[in-house]
T-cell receptor, first 114, second 117 residues
Framework: GDSVTQMEGPVTLSEEAFLTINCTYTATGYPSLFWYVQYPGEGLQLLLKATKADDKGSNKGFEATYRKETTSFHLEKGSVQVSDSAVYFCALKSYGGSQGNLIFGKGTKLSVKP | DAMVIQNPRYQVTQFGKPVTLSCSQTLNHNVMYWYQQKSSQAPKLLFHYYDKDFNNEADTPDNFQSRRPNTSFCFLDIRSPGLGDAAMYLC????????????????FGPGTRLTVL
């Protein structure tokens, strides 16, 4: 079945460091891909998304490119801030099947130190 | 602002005592979802409503039920909470078209943290 694999955390960075969180997926067909962010004690917020191959999603300095050839959707940010400390979830949603099926990775916790 | 609202944000119940969590949305989305998220884990889909049609995930325990009286509201009922049901419960909504295209985004509420004593 469809699945998402993202890098294990926690990831600890200093402020202004470069961030990469790897995400790869397995899916039949052509899924849409998402990154969600969850701040402590909060629900999930959509960070960015891409709906077809070679699309680049971007928001708040974060970027991710839908790479069909490598089945990847890695999250990057050039200069992280303390306020970016959160848990990041990569997710996919496939065509057909269950209308409600958003499949999540296990999440990567990011801690940014001043 | 259009949004997904969950009440209460924190709920404490006793072992075996029924509890209801509520979700409302002003987005006029036709699909509503309930997820369970345990500590340091990804959200797990319990069930969803596509309009009025209820769709239960195969591994959702019978202890969990849901109601959707209208487009805006959806409830999660836990009939006899156990200690293992303590978790964050997330409601989400989306607007999915009949064609079943996968481009529509799910929007999440802030969650209700359930404690079972």
């Amino acid at each position: 079945g469809d699945s998402v694999t993202q890098m294990e955390g926690p990831v600890t960075l200093s402020e202004e460091a470069f961030l990469t969180i790897n995400c790869t997926y397995t899916a039949t067909g052509y899924p849409s891909l998402f990154w969600y962010v969850q701040y402590p004690g909060e629900g999930l917020q959509l960070l960015l998304k891409a709906t077809k191959a070679d699309d680049k999603g971007s928001n708040k300095g974060f970027e991710a490119t839908y790479r069909k050839e490598t089945t990847s959707f890695h999250l990057e940010k050039g200069s992280v801030q303390v306020s970016d400390s959160a848990v990041y979830f990569c997710a996919l949603k496939s065509y057909g099947g269950s209308q409600g099926n958003l499949i999540f990775g296990k999440g990567t916790k990011l801690s940014v130190k001043p | 602002d259009a949004m997904v609202i969950q009440n209460p944000r924190y709920q404490v119940t006793q072992f075996g005592k029924p509890v209801t969590l509520s979700c409302s949305q002003t987005l006029n989305h036709n699909v509503m979802y309930w997820y369970q998220q345990k500590s340091s884990q990804a959200p797990k889909l319990l069930f969803h409503y596509y309009d009025k049609d209820f769709n239960n995930e195969a591994d959702t325990p019978d202890n969990f039920q849901s109601r959707r009286p209208n487009t805006s509201f959806c409830f999660l009922d836990i009939r006899s909470p156990g200690l293992g049901d303590a978790a964050m419960y997330l409601c989400a909504t989306s607007r999915d078209r009949l064609s079943g295209t996968s481009t529509d985004t799910q929007y999440f509420g802030p969650g209700t943290r359930l404690t079972v004593l």
